[in-house]
């Protein structure tokens, strides 16, 4: 059993900048994927960023040249860089970790979620 703590979350203004943290109570290097999806109002939750253990990422086509997902294995931590936020970018952000390659199955470990706001 792993559990994860996400924060970082906020209100940013349109275009700026949030950096949400990850954090799981165990070693994240037995989890092969890791990552982040959302959830706004009256949305269905999407998937965000992946990350492999090896390294390998996959984003939503929406966030791709804005977003960055990497882990530190060392701090058994996600991370999920977010730039030239947009309104549309508001929602509840849910950190994930799998034993599978890249993708969450229904045996994923979930957070509770952070609330990230973009608005002027």
């Known amino acids: 059993q792993v559990q994860l703590v996400e924060s970082g979350g906020g209100l940013v203004q349109p275009g700026g900048s949030l950096r949400l943290s990850c954090a799981a109570s165990?070693?994240?290097?037995?989890?092969?994927?890791m990552g982040w999806s959302r959830q706004a109002p009256g949305k269905q939750r999407e998937l965000v960023a992946a990350?492999?253990?090896?390294?390998?990422?996959n984003y939503v086509d929406s966030v791709k040249g804005r977003f960055t997902i990497s882990r530190e294995n060392a701090k058994n931590t996600v991370y999920l860089q977010m730039n030239s936020l947009k309104p549309e970018d508001t929602a509840v952000y849910y950190c994930y970790a799998d034993r599978a390659y890249i993708f969450p199955t229904p045996r994923a470990y979930w957070g509770q979620g952070t609330q990230v706001t973009v608005s002027s």
């Open positions: 165990g070693s994240i290097s037995n989890f092969g994927a």
């Open positions: 990350i492999s253990g090896g390294g390998s990422t």
